[in-house]
């Protein structure tokens, strides 16, 4: 059932995020054969202006009784982390009430303070994921995937993922038929492979000191090649138990997880600002196969190397253009 859409703003509302969900459920597509749905703008108060995060005032058609009765109530993205007691009041009340709850982005921020994400999986944007977490410890946080649904509670992560959680709503409530015809109307695919993981910049661990600094230093110039333990050991001069417990402590990780992220960031930038093929790639990379090479670039980046050279090299063809 979703025939009515609350969704709550609060200030300074954020654009982009609001327009998702306005954009799949405000738009009237029954002659499209999409089933009819009420969307209300919710503010603290009806008819006060309400600023955003570009300096735009909006105004919302209703207050918070907009969320009463509300089959879905979708949380846009804010950048206030402290929320009224009436406006938390006003949520809790939606979901003991039986409303599905979406938030997109930091709309996560809301939930948390109502006490609505205590114990349940959920998501945020990836840059907002350990603040997320300092603020509500009990909150599952997954900051790799897009959205979480977890029933009557769904989360998604920054801006486009909205789309994401709102049409994936749309198909389980309304069906595959109104999803379809609803992103090709937005021009969207109905349903995105991959998480957040490919959007962020992975964390390389570095030397905390001087000491291993040039051995990595030369691994770095020569990834094409074979490195083991034993080699990087001799190389820095130290027994082999010397050196990984050496390295542990002057990177925080091991000498093999170390090597693999190096891999596969030089995959990355490969994929981006080349046109070689993936098992050129994988010779330059050290990797030796394009299927250890995809298997590797899979668990660090969430998606397949030629799915990431679509979304990226794409990216930059049109920021070079």
Known sequence: MLSTVAALVIPPVTPFELGTICEVFGIDRTEDGVPPIELRICGEKAGEPIRTSVGVDMVPSHGLDGL???????ISATRAREFSDELLD??????????TLLSVCSGAFVLGAAGLLD??????????????????????IDPDVL??????????????????????????ELGSAAVNLIARRMVVPPQRDGGQRQYIEQPVPVCRADGLAPVLDWVLEHLEVEHSVADLARRARMSERSFARRFVAETGTTPHKWLTLQRVLRA???LEDTDLGIDDIAGRCGFGSAALLRHHFRKVVGVAPADFRRTFAARNALAGS
Do not use: K, M, Y
């Open 68 to 74: 009463a009765g509300a089959d879905l109530v979708a």
């Open 90 to 99: 006003a949520v809790r009340a939606a979901a003991a009430a039986g409303s």
């Open 119 to 140: 114990d349940r999986p959920c998501t945020t944007h990836w840059d907002n994921a350990q603040e997320l977490a300092e603020r509500h410890p009990r909150a599952r």
């Open 147 to 172: 959205f979480v649904d977890d029933g009557n509670l769904v989360t998604s992560a920054g801006t486009a993922a909205g789309i994401d959680a709102c049409l994936h709503l749309v198909r389980r």
């Open 268 to 270: 990355q930038r490969l």
